[in-house]
Antibody, heavy 122, light 107 residues
């Protein structure tokens, strides 16, 4: 069964840092570009960041550029999101997501994790 | 960046109703459009990709259409399990923006 399991969320003070992890199983992780998507309380979905299968390309939403870093360790089938200079408006559930195809360009997300809550508050 | 605009934001309907949700892109995205269903406290579920291609296991009462900048999601006969929030997403460019969502409520 294809699964994604996020961890690392929690309560952090403004200006603090947090690293999220997403453990993948049931598919060839190294073949897929992966993404992070977040959802603030009562709000819609916001694409956050993506990384290519070989980790040679990364993209970020303007709202997190310069503060968040996406990375992956294909030897551990794990995706990461390093978050620094956190702000109150970063409070959200963070999902990792797998695209429906591994073959080039961009695809929608057919597998999602259950999400991990990040709360930024003093 | 490409912006996605959904309408309406909220839709009140009854079981058996035909429901249509619209999604507009700020520039052409060809057919690189997906629709998701999300229920409270759950991750989104992919319903449709390539604007009109139904995912395996998704009931045939769901359908999608459109290309370029204007797209629609139609539920032909609303069922109790369909009350949820629906999102469109473009994947023509790296930003993969989502629409703001349409909540389908019980009338």
């Amino acid at each position: 069964e294809v699964q994604l399991l996020e961890s690392g969320g929690g309560l952090v003070q403004p200006g603090g840092s947090l690293r999220l992890s997403c453990a993948a199983s049931g598919f060839t992780f190294s073949s897929y570009g992966m993404s992070w998507v977040r959802q603030a309380p009562g709000k819609g979905l916001e694409w956050v960041s993506a990384i290519s299968a070989r980790a040679d390309s990364t993209n970020y939403a303007d709202s997190v550029k310069g503060r968040f870093t996406i990375s992956r360790d294909s030897s551990k089938d794990t995706l990461y999101l390093q978050m620094t200079s956190l702000r109150a408006d970063d409070t959200a559930v963070y999902f990792c997501a797998k695209p429906s195809s591994a073959s080039g360009r961009y695809y929608p997300y057919d597998v999602w994790g259950q999400g991990t809550q990040v709360t930024v508050s003093a | 960046d490409i912006q996605m605009t959904q309408s309406p934001s909220t839709l009140s309907a009854s079981v058996g109703d035909r429901v249509t949700i619209t999604c507009r892109a700020s520039q052409s995205i060809s057919s690189s459009l997906a629709w998701y269903q999300q229920k409270p406290g759950k991750a989104p579920k992919l319903l449709i990709e390539k604007a009109s291609s139904l995912e395996t296991g998704v009931p045939s009462r769901f359908s999608g259409s459109g290309s370029g900048t204007e797209f629609t999601l139609t539920i032909s006969s609303l069922q109790p399990d369909d009350f949820a929030t629906y999102y469109c997403q473009q994947y023509n460019s790296y930003s993969r923006a989502f629409g703001q969502g349409t909540k389908v409520e019980i009338k």
